[in-house]
């Protein structure tokens, strides 16, 4: 669709990365996702790209921390604080972690088998996405189960923490995202994964009291670093939203969460 819009000589396309972010997120308070590089180590299976590429025909961003771009607080540094795709990186962590491979090339640890089920909703492209997380997973060695449910479903569940994984998406338009869905003090509502880090608490709160800006961004991009290094969530994509306008509609601007401002547009002949 995005490329019919464009090759229209008639019509202008926008793009907008919007205030979201879709992650595969870690029950941190289950055996053995409970350790840090356990979750390193799944996260590191991740083929980002060929996400965005395969389930979204390019349509979205690549993410590399737990705020999107469009929100203060995001930095560029933090993509070297990214947990990127090294399926080797993956092994070796699971290695230390005291996983060994078995004859068929499964990971087992104390005699027991590293099986994960990945939880998530039916909206799409969740089907597609969970598709490819299993793909990616196995590759490695570990099998994943796909159990879809209702939104409201994986809600119960994972407030209840009945989950492995967890393929989600949060929508917020600032940078206290990261205390609504990673504070300790909401583990049990919107902290699905359990997630807990003092450190990081600290910080949080820090930003929610900031009044200066560039100060209150410095400390949302330390708590990141600090969440990208515990590997919570392993940040998958920004998804982007395309308007297409008519090319005589001039001086229109996206904004907020892809909404099309027209205050300054004019119509052209």
């Not at 990127?84 to 078995?102: H, K, S």
């Not at 597609?128 to 196995?138: E, G």
């Not at 969440?227 to 904004?255: F, N, S």
Request: with cysteine; charged share 20%; glycine share 8%.
């Amino acid at each position: 669709h995005k490329r019919a819009l464009e090759a229209n000589p008639d019509v202008q396309v926008h793009e907008a990365v919007l205030n979201s972010l879709i992650y595969l997120g870690f029950n941190c308070q289950k055996a053995p996702f409970d350790e840090p590089a356990v979750r390193q180590a799944l996260s590191h299976a991740v083929n980002k790209e060929e996400i965005v590429q395969v389930a979204l025909g390019g349509l979205g961003q690549v993410a590399d921390a737990p705020l999107p771009p469009t929100l203060p607080g995001y930095s560029a540094e933090l993509r070297s604080h990214a947990l990127a795709y090294d399926p080797a990186q993956a092994e070796a962590l699971l290695q230390e972690a005291g996983f060994q491979r078995d004859a068929a090339g499964k990971w087992n640890r104390d005699g027991a088998a590293l099986t994960v089920v990945l939880l998530t909703s039916t909206r799409a492209p969740n089907e597609t996405i969970a598709t490819l997380l299993q793909s990616q997973l196995a590759a490695i060695g570990v099998d994943v189960e796909i159990q879809m449910l209702d939104s409201k479903a994986v809600m119960a569940a994972t407030t209840e923490g009945a989950f492995d994984l967890l393929l989600w998406r949060y929508d917020w338009n600032d940078p206290d995202a990261l205390n609504i869905y990673l504070g300790s003090d909401r583990i049990g509502s919107t902290n699905r994964v359990g997630y807990s880090n003092p450190q990081v608490d600290a910080l949080l709160v820090q930003g929610a009291q900031e009044m200066d800006a560039a100060a209150r961004a410095g400390l949302y991009v330390e708590a990141q670093k600090l969440i990208l290094a515990d590997a919570p969530w392993q940040p998958l994509y920004y998804p982007v939203d395309i308007i297409a306008t008519g090319k005589r509609l001039q001086g229109a601007e996206v904004g907020y969460m892809g909404r099309l401002l027209l205050n300054d547009a004019t119509v052209v002949d």
